[in-house]
């Protein structure tokens, strides 16, 4: 009998991802635009990443691999304090599912 799949190949963008990022925007103002669009261009490359995720092993090699390599991309453009607590909470966001 095949084994269901793992919550993270499909819950990943709905859970773990926009969690942390509705969690992190709450308190912008429209006067964040520009901060706000970066966030969002982020966000928006994570999302794209759920399309390739088969098996556990798929979000376990994106979290070791791209996860990070977004992660240092995101710290050149923004904030490191926000980006820091917006990948943060994706991965806790993520344990929560196991």
């Known amino acids: 009998m095949q084994q269901p799949p793992?919550?993270?190949t499909y819950k990943f963008?709905?859970?773990?991802?926009?969690?942390?990022?509705s969690r992190l925007i709450a308190g912008f103002r429209e006067n964040d635009a520009?901060?706000?669009?970066?966030?969002?261009?982020i966000i928006n490359e994570l999302r794209n990443a759920?399309?390739?995720?088969k098996?556990?092993?798929?979000?376990?090699?994106?979290l070791?691999?791209?996860?990070?390599?977004?992660?240092k991309r995101a710290i050149s453009t923004l904030r490191s304090d926000l980006v820091t607590q917006l990948f943060r909470?994706?991965?806790?966001?993520?344990?929560?599912l196991d």
Request: net charge negative; hydrophobic share 40%.
């Open 64 to 71: 070791t691999g791209d996860f990070l390599m977004e992660y």
């Open 89 to 96: 909470d994706i991965l806790t966001n993520c344990m929560e």
């Open 55 to 62: 098996s556990l092993k798929d979000v376990v090699n994106f």
């Open 50 to 53: 759920e399309n390739g995720f």
């Open 6 to 8: 793992h919550p993270l």
């Open 13 to 21: 963008v709905r859970y773990c991802v926009n969690k942390a990022y």
């Open 34 to 41: 520009n901060v706000l669009y970066s966030i969002e261009t």
